[in-house]
T-cell receptor, first 113, second 115 residues
Framework: QKEVEQDPGPLSVPEGAIVSLNCTYS??????FMWYRQYSRKGPELLMYTYSSGNKEDGRFTAQVDKSSKYISLFIRDSQPSDSATYLC?????????????FGKGTLLTVNP | GAVVSQHPSWVICKSGTSVKIECRSL??????MFWYRQFPKQSLMLMAT?????????EQGVEKDKFLINHASLTLSTLTVTSAHPEDSSFYIC???????????FGQGTRLTVV
């Protein structure tokens, strides 16, 4: 079993739809959970990160972490064509020498105008 | 803030030659830098972690003599692919992290093609 599982999609939605992206993980030692957006042939761009269970909102994006289920989600409201990209979840354990991000495979999202 | 610049964005080289990729943190001091490799439609694979002034720590299966990493200052790390071969063609991405922050920031990536 991989440490981080993410459905690669592809996911295609109409403009204005609510998008739900998800990852599951197996390592209960993960403490920080991040979502990155990667456009084609570009480096990943950090969208947001969360620590511990709960919700975190930033504009049209909401990140949700359920540590008991080892399940994280990213919701995008009022999706736009410019949101079309690959979304990568990433997680890590503690800081210092243990800092190392483990990535999901990424979900390819297309928002159609 | 938190800008990481990677150069070049793409490079084509002949088999057997060496290629150097630079990664700079423009507006913060990067105590730790990471180098990743990404194959098409695949996730990022961590190659090595480097701390300023120290030797890089390579992930299992990554040849340290082939992928030379130097992190000589708090704003610059370099990856040199030595004696490159076509199988080294890939998308290489660096990321940088400041000691006091949780998140890491990524460069734009370098597309290496070895012919």
């Amino acid at each position: 079993q991989k440490e981080v599982e993410q459905d690669p999609g592809p996911l295609s939605v109409p403009e204005g739809a609510i998008v739900s992206l998800n990852c599951t993980y197996s390592n209960s030692a993960f403490q920080y959970f991040m979502w990155y957006r990667q456009y084609s042939r570009k480096g990943p761009e950090l969208l947001m990160y969360t620590y511990s269970s709960g919700n975190k909102e930033d504009g049209r994006f909401t990140a949700q972490v359920d540590k008991s289920s080892k399940y994280i989600s990213l919701f995008i409201r009022d999706s736009q064509p410019s949101d079309s990209a690959t979304y990568l979840c990433a997680m890590r354990m503690g800081g210092g020498s243990n800092y190392k991000l483990t990535f999901g495979k990424g979900t390819l999202l297309t928002v159609n105008p | 803030g938190a800008v990481v610049s990677q150069h070049p964005s793409w490079v084509i080289c002949k088999s057997g030659t060496s290629v150097k990729i630079e990664c700079r943190s423009l507006d913060f001091q990067a105590t730790t830098m990471f180098w990743y490799r990404q194959f098409p439609k695949q996730s990022l694979m961590l190659m090595a972690t480097s701390n300023e002034g120290s030797k890089a720590t390579y992930e299992q299966g990554v040849e340290k003599d082939k992928f030379l990493i130097n992190h000589a200052s708090l704003t610059l790390s370099t990856l040199t692919v030595t004696s490159a071969h076509p199988e080294d063609s890939s998308f290489y991405i660096c990321s940088a992290k400041q000691d006091t922050r949780v998140e890491a920031f990524f460069g734009q990536g370098t597309r290496l093609t070895v012919v």
